[in-house]
């Protein structure tokens, strides 16, 4: 069965999901984010096949989020490191953590807490208003079309009544 993309869709999270929505590639970057750098990280932690996970880091290069690099001449090995756009993805996985932590977190407790170094306490991800910094609740949100939205979409969007027009 053929993949469905949607890279190209008027919205974000179609288009997010579209590069990182398989199963292993949010795994690959929580890794990233532990630390893993070399292959032989990823597959270990991870237990996928190795052409999987070749395929996967190759896609999490080309799309920006991981630099490879070499470490080794002879023969050469590289590196994965998270770049600027890789790292700004940990809120997403943080609150991907804070919502299995939430609903799916075994009697015991959660399996992996996150410490915030810098005021030394075990934390968790909350979704704030940018502007007021009150939590972000489904209830206190309407959606409305942004400047990036197709102009040859738009009325038929304003028209299923789910969003608002931007000002």
Not at 153 to 162: C, I, N, P, S
Request: aromatic share 10%; charged share 25%.
């Amino acid at each position: 069965m053929k993949r469905t993309s949607f890279a190209n869709w008027p919205c974000t999270v179609a288009r997010t999901v579209d590069l990182l929505g398989d199963w292993w590639t949010p795994l690959i970057l929580r890794e990233a984010f532990y630390g893993a750098k070399r292959f032989d990280d990823f597959e270990s932690a991870l237990g996928l096949s190795r052409n999987i996970l070749t395929q996967r880091l190759a896609r999490l290069v080309e799309a920006g989020l991981l630099d490879k690099v070499p470490y080794q001449d002879r023969p050469v090995r590289h590196e994965y490191r998270l770049t600027t756009q890789g790292r700004d993805f940990f809120p997403v996985i943080a609150a991907m953590m804070a919502w299995g932590d939430r609903y799916l977190a075994p009697e015991s407790g959660e399996p992996v807490l996150l410490h915030h170094t810098a005021c030394d306490h075990d934390t968790h991800a909350e979704v704030v208003c940018a502007h007021c910094r009150e939590p972000l609740r489904h209830e206190d949100i309407a959606a409305r079309l942004g400047p990036g939205f197709p102009p040859r979409l738009r009325d038929a969007a304003l028209a299923t009544g789910r969003f608002t027009d931007a000002v």
